[in-house]
């Protein structure tokens, strides 16, 4: 079962973030951080091959659990990146997908998305192959990450996918026009958000961006005098956006601490109707909102 939050688990395997000024939790901190999302009903769990160690911690804290009651998300890492040749593509794939099952200690992924976008146009076995996987009960769910609304037009037209996964944040609406996240619920499509604090960077201070960002000043400044003028934090306004979009099933939140979390939690908890206006946020320049750009 999918819930409201997903718990992004980059963080728990890798040094992950704009804004993570402690890093890598230690293990035993990522399964506490894994267990009070459980116990706070946060059912649903990401994490990708390419995540560092993180499919085997979650594995490690999914081994005392009911798979039934945990919904888990993995990723395929990029295929052509890594110069898969199309004659090896159904053995490594299939490998992968073990290898993943090994480390998350379990028997079939909930939900497996194809991480790299562009492996879809390069390998036309591709959907075959993880069709073949669905149906040897490997996986249940066929995915696939985007970064940009072009990618999501062309994924509409792809029947066998079942999810996918998005970036959505108050700074980063790219997602809302052309009512594309209408159609991609009218399609069928299961459809979870990420970046809802934009790697960390809505809660940075604006005097101390990086050179790359100093652009993003504007906007931040914005979006604290919002937070101030209506007696909210940084962290409501950013779940309450995303929130109050009906399409989105689930919203991904990293964090690196149960104390982060914890403070994550109450704040979803007391989210009101979002009431406002947050046109001034809706053309940012792609070079901040695109992590891949910084």
Same mark, same amino acid.
């Given at each position: 079962?999918?819930?409201?939050?997903?718990?992004?688990?980059?963080?728990?395997?890798?040094?992950y973030g704009i804004n993570n000024k402690?890093?890598?939790?230690?293990?035993?901190?990522?399964?506490? +951080? =894994?267990?009070? #999302?459980?116990?706070?009903?946060?059912?649903?769990?990401?994490?990708? !091959? *390419? $995540?560092?160690?993180? /499919?085997?911690?979650?594995?490690?804290?999914?081994?005392?659990?009911?798979?039934?009651?945990?919904?888990?998300?993995?990723?395929?890492?990029?295929?052509?990146?890594?110069?898969?040749?199309?004659?090896?593509?159904?053995?490594?794939?299939?490998?992968?997908?073990?290898?993943?099952?090994?480390?998350?200690?379990?028997?079939?992924?909930?939900?497996?998305?194809?991480?790299?976008?562009?492996?879809?146009?390069?390998?036309?076995?591709?959907?075959? +192959? =993880?069709?073949? #996987?669905?149906?040897?009960?490997?996986?249940?769910?066929?995915?696939? !990450? *985007? $970064?940009?609304?072009? /990618?999501?037009?062309?994924?509409?037209?792809?029947?066998?996918?079942?999810?996918?996964?998005?970036?959505?944040?108050?700074?980063?609406?790219?997602?809302?026009?052309?009512?594309?996240?209408?159609?991609?619920?009218?399609?069928?499509?299961?459809?979870?958000?990420?970046?809802?604090?934009?790697?960390?960077?809505?809660?940075?201070?604006?005097?101390?961006?990086?050179?790359?960002?100093?652009?993003?000043?504007?906007?931040?400044?914005?979006?604290?005098? =919002?937070?101030?003028?209506?007696?909210?934090?940084?962290?409501?306004?950013?779940?309450?956006? *995303?929130?109050?979009?009906? /399409?989105?099933?689930?919203?991904?939140?990293?964090?690196?601490?149960?104390?982060q979390l914890k403070q994550n939690i109450?704040?979803?908890?007391?989210?009101?109707?979002?009431?406002?206006?947050?046109?001034?946020?809706?053309?940012?320049?792609?070079?901040?909102?695109?992590?891949?750009?910084?």
């Open positions: 079962m999918v819930s409201r939050l997903t718990l992004g688990t980059a963080q728990l395997g890798l040094d402690i890093g890598k939790p230690q293990k035993k901190k990522a399964l506490d +951080i =894994l267990e009070f #999302a459980f116990t706070n009903n946060i059912r649903s769990f990401d994490t990708a !091959s *390419v $995540y560092g160690d993180s /499919e085997t911690i979650l594995g490690d804290f999914l081994r005392n659990k009911e798979h039934s009651s945990c919904y888990i998300t993995s990723k395929l890492g990029p295929l052509a990146k890594n110069e898969i040749h199309h004659s090896n593509l159904e053995q490594e794939i299939f490998q992968r997908i073990q290898t993943s099952l090994t480390n998350l200690k379990i028997e079939c992924i909930d939900n497996y998305l194809i991480h790299d976008f562009q492996d879809i146009a390069l390998y036309d076995e591709l959907i075959p +192959i =993880l069709i073949k #996987a669905k149906s040897s009960g490997l996986i249940k769910s066929i995915g696939v !990450s *985007v $970064y940009t609304p072009q /990618e999501a037009e062309k994924i509409i037209e792809i029947t066998e996918v079942d999810t996918i996964q998005i970036p959505l944040s108050i700074l980063d609406q790219r997602f809302l026009k052309n009512s594309l996240l209408k159609r991609l619920k009218e399609r069928g499509f299961t459809i979870f958000s990420r970046s809802v604090f934009l790697q960390g960077l809505v809660f940075m201070d604006v005097n101390n961006l990086p050179p790359n960002l100093t652009s993003a000043n504007k906007y931040l400044t914005k979006l604290n005098q =919002l937070a101030q003028e209506n007696s909210t934090n940084l962290s409501k306004l950013a779940l309450g956006f *995303v929130n109050s979009i009906e /399409e989105i099933d689930s919203i991904i939140i990293g964090v690196d601490s149960v104390l109450e704040d979803f908890k007391s989210l009101d109707i979002f009431p406002f206006d947050t046109s001034i946020f809706a053309n940012i320049d792609e070079n901040i909102i695109d992590p891949r750009k910084w």
